[in-house]
Every structure is written in C-alpha cells, then in structure tokens.
C-alpha cells in the first residue's frame, strides 16, 4: 500500500498486489525427454534412417527453411545435425541431469524406455539394459520424482523395421510382449506407463507426408499402421492391469488448436479419434500441444505476428480450448508435453505462465487437470521430421561440444511456480479515494 498525497481533506492510497492462481494439491510439475532423443548412442530404426537422409535433409534446408532461420541456425545445413550420435549423453549422465530437475523443483519427471536396447534380436532380452533402466527409476524415486515411463516413443528395433514395422500385424503382439517384459520387471517402482506417444504423428508424418521414418508414402499402410498401434494399446493396457491392478495406463496425443470451427472435421480425427478409439482402455489422457492449425496453400509467405524458432504461433488460449474438449471423457488429463522453440530464452518464461493461466481456467471450469510437463527438459535432437539439433527446447541448456549442463533463466521461473504450486498472473492496483467527508470511492 502506497500513501500517493494528502491535500484539501482527502487521502489518496494505492493498493497494489498480484493475483494468484492456485493449482490443486498434489499437482504434479515436470518436464519431459525421450530415450532417443537424449540418451545417445542408439541403434533403432530412426538412427540408421539418419545416417542415409542426412546429406538431403542438408542440401533440403535452404527450400524447407525461411531466411531469417537459415541466418540464425546455419547448422541446419551440416549433414551432422540430422545424425542423432550422442544425443545430450544423458544414458551416462542421468543422475547428474535427475539432481538438475530435483533443484527445479520438479516433483515428477517423464522419460521413455528404447524398445532397441531392451530387445536389440527378435524375442532375446538384454537383462542389463533393463537394470539400466531400473537404476532410472530408483534415481527418480530418490529425488522424489513420479515416474511416467513412456514405453514406445516412435523408434523401434531394426528388426520390427524389417518385418514391415507398425503396418505389419504382428508388430503389435510384439510390442506386447516387450511391455509385459518390462512391467513384470521395473513395475514395482512405476505408477504411470504411457504405452504410445503420438500415434497420430507417427502415422501422419511417416506414411502420408512421408517426412521422418518410415518415410514411406503408403495411405494404406498408414492406415494399418494407425490401427495396430490402437490394437497395440488396447492390448498392452490388458497386459499390464493384469500384472498390476493399480497401474495408470494411457497415452499421449499430439493436439492442435483448431480456432476454425468449420474444421470440426479435421479436429475430431486428429484430436479425438485415437482417445475414442481407445477409450474404454485409458485411466488418463496425455495431451502434446504446442500451437494452432493453419491449413494454407503457402504457409512459408504467412507473417506470424508472435513466432518461436520453428515458425510456430504462440497460442496460450489454445490450451484451454484443447483440455475443455477432452472434459467429457471423464478422465484425468495430464499435460505431457508443452513448450516452445527459442534459443535465446527470450519468450520461455511468458509462453510457461501464460499455458498455466490458461490451464488453471480449466481446472476451475470443471476440467480433471493433475499434472504438466514441460518440453523439454533437456535440449534434445529433435526427431520428428528429422529437424536434428538447431531447434533449442530445453529448460536446461545444453553445450553439444562439451556436454555442459546450463540451466536456464526460465527454468528458474518454471521451478517457483512447481514449488508453490500456484502463478501470479497479473498485477491489480486499487485507488482509494478517503475525502473530508468520510466518503471512500474505489478505482481499478
């Protein structure tokens, strides 16, 4: 409270202070990685796809590109960029990575486990592998973090790949059995298992755009490989409530915003088909979004007022819209991926806060809302579409020459909000008026 003067009987005072929004006990406050995408070193499907398309993803730049972010990555046009190799190292680095997120404040942290490592030959598994990744596990638990454990996070063996991958059938009996193998053995220590991440993004970019592995453009295999991995959930969810009755099964959806509402069409197949496809088999909802969809017939001419590295429109409001949509599931939702492009940290910290406000909104409109979690926490190599390492998410800086660790001023932002469990949105100010009379008049 400020006294502004006092003059001729009357007092100005000026009241200034910050609403705050609330979130509910026991939310859950993370960020989010992939096994091939930070652990490094990797040898699936994707890296060998790597290694043969890196030299025309180069030579592609300067046409996929627009100039301003040619100028500011000009990495993008080094066949090296599109190789994953050691990632961030984060498989030799975990815990030092694991002691990073706890002094965030993050009270559960995300992470998939590479089907490639665990069965690297048809039917024989690597048993140190998996105490590789039990050893995660209990390094999570110790810092007091929730595991959720993402088992496919779209690699897979050389071996599926040579049987057809995903389009084939039998991939998802496989995939069963690699799930059973897994829950029966690190299950004890994990709550939350997401069985897919972004099935509709595998499909779509992989079979119809044909732009990151399989790279084959193939509607109808696209199609089958969509509906095995619906079947491949169903059928994993059966697996692992049978080896633990308490498990929390879902998956993550990518989602967009569809301001357009003459595009009900396109919205309901992209963010609705797989969840009511599945959804007698989901104990939660996993939400990816990241921006809005614009369906342009040159999006590369489009002058975004508010843009991240990637081009992308900052949409905070798009959130609320996409967590509304999912209410009538009557399942809890968790945000398991939400970030942003921006090397410089220069908009991280506005886009966190102002996602969260808009997320807030849904849980007072009604909206199950328990968890978020940032993309990413680390910088990664960002596999989809093969865009490689100049597309900086990270919460944590990462030096790829020198694998330092550098936490972020926006990481810092983000941890106070994880340790108080609310946001201060905005600042009010109230005028108070109090003159000779007595009479109090009030200004916002």
Known sequence: MVKLCSKGGSLFWLYKFMETL???????????????????NNHNDWSEWEKKNAERLAKEAGEKWEKWQQKKFPEMFNPENYISGRACDHYNRYEEDFDIAKELGHNAHRFSIEWSRIEPEEGKFDEKE???????????????????????????????RDMGGWSNRKVADYFVRYVEKIVSSLGENVNFWITLNEPNIYSGLGYFRAVQPPGKRNIIKGIKAYLNLVRAHKKAYEKIHDIDHNAQVGFTNSVIYFPDKFLFWAEYFWNHLFIKLTQSSLDFIGCNYFTKADFHFNT??????????LGWEIIPEGIYHIVMSCKKYNLPIYITENGLADAEDKKRTAFIRDHLFWLCRTIQDGANVKGYFHWSFLEVFEHVELRGFWPRFGLVEINYKTMERKIRKSAWEYAKICRRNEIETKQIEIKLLVTYDNVILVVF
Not at 137 to 149: D, N, S
Not at 302 to 308: C, L, V
């Open 22 to 40: 609330k979130f509910p006990k026991n939310f859950l406050w993370g960020a989010a990685t992939s096994a091939h995408q930070a652990e490094g």
């Open 130 to 160: 998996i105490e590789h990744y039990r050893k995660v596990i209990l390094a999570l638990r110790k810092r007091g973090m929730e595991p959720f454990v993402t088992l496919w996070h779209f690699t897979s063996p050389v071996w599926i």
């Open 300 to 309: 590369r001419r489009m002058k975004i007022k508010n843009p991240t590295d």
